[in-house]
């Protein structure tokens, strides 16, 4: 951990993985419900983003725009970052486990655990 603590590079990692699910929670996830409604968007079914209305402001144009929404979310990483860094390592982590699991049940690795069990056969 000292390690980390000491190295921008790792940093830099964390804060984008953190950047990305912050984001994602903010902008498409039901936990921040809440949060969309209260930013004029109406979520016509509440699971599905391609069926909710932004309205067209400034607010609307950033929780549409995944983009424009990181940029947003990445200033706040920032912040957090030079106050209080460790307060972005549950969503990095996070990220990293999400990645991980679409990794894990991506096609390509399901047939690569295929060909190596057929081989030890």
């Not at 402001?57 to 706040?76: E, L, M, N, P, R």
């Not at 990220?95 to 991980?100: F, N, Q």
Request: proline share 6%; aromatic share 14%; charged share 20%.
């Amino acid at each position: 951990l000292m390690r980390f603590k000491n190295s921008p590079f790792m940093w830099l990692i964390a804060g984008g993985l953190a950047t990305w699910r912050i984001t994602s929670i903010i902008q498409k996830e039901e936990i921040a419900s809440p949060i969309r409604k209260a930013a004029g968007i109406t979520e016509l079914d509440e699971e599905d983003p391609n069926y909710w209305i932004y309205p067209d402001t400034f607010i609307g144009k950033v929780f549409h725009c995944f983009w424009c929404g990181s940029v947003w979310a990445g200033f706040g990483v920032t912040l957090i970052l030079l106050i209080f860094p460790p307060l972005i390592l549950p969503f990095a982590l996070s990220a990293l486990a999400i990645l991980l699991k679409d990794w894990l049940d991506s096609d390509e690795y399901i047939e690569e655990l295929e060909r190596d069990e057929s081989n030890d056969s």
